[in-house]
Structures are given as structure tokens and as C-alpha cells.
């Protein structure tokens, strides 16, 4: 069975420190993967996906940076954290295929004062 | 590019009423996978249901929706509401155009009793 695990699961960080956040995918072979984020109350935003290792698109930056070193691993990040990078960070998957549906991991709570 | 819209922000329902969410899509393909996604509580979201087939109801766990090709929606019901259904709802256009979803920005729906 597979499953996904994003660490840490929750973070405090002080604005303008680095912040790496991490996602891996256990039991799927060549997962498309994608990070959203989820303002405290807020909606869903599709931040970065990826289809393959060392590839990956910007949907919405927010002065983040992502990248996919292994092919069961993704890795959101950056070097200065702003207030606004509050929020729920949300690693997903799903299969290179038409219909298939996401499948998103428990999430990591960041909170940046 | 796709598009989803959905009923704009909070729907708030007495318990035992009637739900019904809208959402409507925009896409260039004629074979749309359309889904209903559902994200209670510090939780995150999980695949409520999902269809391709024209004018065919999808049911699971009491919710049920049709799509509806002519009028490019695929609007979420339920014959009467429960509290434990409050929670935010997504409902999310795959196409055979792109190979990531496109989420709409979500409902906030609200039980009381």
C-alpha cells in the first residue's frame, strides 16, 4: 500500500529564517507531486508540481522554491520566511493518468512569527 | 486554460436541510474527469467522489452529483444535512489537456443545528 509522510508536521520559524519542508511517497513508482497551501481559514492553492525527478513547474510562487531530488521525495523550501508563508502545507499525489484522483498527505502546520 | 467555479464562500444550512453546492468548469476537452473533494477540520482533503460519465449520478456516502456536460457542471447534493458534514468542499476539473487538476476555490459549509 502506499503512503505518504511529510515532515515536520508542525514548525514554528521566525520571519527571515530558511524553511525546508518535505514530502515522500512510499509504494507508487514515478508519482506526479504537488504542494499546496492553505491559509489559516483559507482555500487550497497549487503552489508546485512535478512529473518526474528534477523537474518542477511553478504554479504560484509565494517567494518559495521547491525541488524533487528522488522520485518518491519533494522538497518545498526557502531562504527567508515572511509572515504571509503562515499557514498548512499540503504534499499530494497521483498517477500519470487521465481521471486519477489526488491523494494528499497529513500536512505540515507552519507558523512563522 | 481549465477553470472551476464553485458556490463563493460560506454556505451555512440548518441541520436536516437539503445541500447543494455549485460548481460549474470551463475546459477545451469534451471527456472531463470532474471531483468532489472534502477537507473537514484540521484534516486534509480526501476524495469525496468523482465521474466521467454524462448525465450519470455518482453517489457515496449519502452525497450525490451529476455531470452535466451541456451546462458544464457538476454540483454536489445531499438530501439532508448532518453536522458532521460541515467542512470545506473542492470540487476539481482533470482534462485530458493537463495532467494536474485544476481546484476550484472551495465552499466553506457550515451545519448548525
Known amino acids: 500500500a502506499q503512503t505518504i509522510h511529510q515532515w515536520p508536521v508542525a514548525e514554528i520559524k521566525a520571519v527571515g529564517s530558511p524553511l525546508s519542508l518535505g514530502c515522500t511517497i512510499k509504494g507508487k513508482s514515478s508519482p506526479n507531486l504537488y504542494w499546496y497551501w492553505q491559509a489559516t481559514g483559507g482555500t487550497l492553492q497549487q503552489l508546485f508540481y512535478s512529473i518526474t525527478v528534477g523537474q518542477v513547474e511553478s504554479v504560484v510562487q509565494l517567494n518559495l522554491s521547491a525541488s524533487r531530488p528522488k522520485d518518491d521525495q519533494f522538497i518545498l523550501s526557502t531562504e527567508k520566511l515572511l509572515l504571509s508563508h503562515s499557514g498548512f502545507y499540503l504534499c499530494a499525489w497521483d498517477l500519470r493518468d487521465w481521471g486519477v484522483e489526488q491523494y494528499f498527505g497529513p500536512g505540515t502546520r507552519l507558523t512563522v512569527l | 486554460g481549465d477553470s472551476v467555479t464553485q458556490t463563493e464562500g460560506l454556505v451555512t444550512l440548518t441541520e436536516g436541510l437539503p445541500v447543494m453546492l455549485n460548481c460549474t468548469y470551463q475546459?477545451?476537452?469534451?471527456?472531463?474527469?470532474l471531483f468532489w473533494y472534502v477537507q473537514h477540520l484540521n484534516e486534509s482533503p480526501r476524495l469525496l467522489l468523482k465521474s466521467f460519465t454524462d448525465n450519470k449520478r455518482t453517489e457515496h456516502q449519502g452525497f450525490h452529483a451529476t455531470l452535466h456536460k451541456s451546462s458544464s457542471s457538476f454540483h454536489l447534493q445531499k438530501s439532508s444535512a448532518q453536522l458532521s458534514d460541515s467542512a470545506l468542499y473542492y470540487c476539481a476539473l482533470h482534462s485530458g489537456g493537463n495532467y494536474k487538476p485544476t481546484f476550484g476555490k472551495g465552499t466553506s459549509l457550515v451545519v448548525h443545528p
Open positions: 475546459t477545451i476537452y469534451s471527456n472531463p474527469f
